[in-house]
């Protein structure tokens, strides 16, 4: 089986940082695109950023100039460092990822996700 195991969120004051960690683990054979969605309460999930196998990244335009989002492939591990937090940013977020099984099977695997709150 695969797994998105998430880490790194947590209360920050508006303007702090946090950096959010996705290690995928099990049955990979390849990682094709991964990304991070978030989730307010009350709210739908929305799309945060994504990132190719290649590195090449796409952000939404919330997160545009304040989050990067990165990987390592020998890892299989996500990374989003979020900088200048705003209270509109507190939400769960979920690392996403497009995966080759071992079995030769390309699925969709979503982490846990993690609560990030910004709040003074």
């Known amino acids: 089986q695969v797994q998105l195991v998430e880490s790194g969120g947590g209360l920050v004051q508006p303007g702090g940082s946090l950096r959010l960690s996705c290690e995928a683990s099990g049955s990979i054979f390849s990682i094709n695109a991964m990304g991070w969605f978030r989730q307010a309460p009350g709210k739908e999930r929305e799309w945060v950023a994504t990132i190719p196998k290649d590195g090449t990244t796409n952000y939404a335009d919330s997160a545009k100039g304040r989050f990067t989002v990165s990987r390592d492939n020998a890892k299989n591990t996500l990374y989003l460092q979020m900088n200048s937090l705003k209270p509109e940013d507190t939400a769960v977020y979920y690392c996403?990822?497009?995966?080759?099984?071992?079995?030769?099977?390309?699925?969709?695997?979503w982490g846990q996700g993690t609560q990030v709150t910004v709040s003074s």
């Open positions: 996403h990822a497009n995966i080759r099984s071992t079995g030769g099977y390309n699925d969709n695997y």
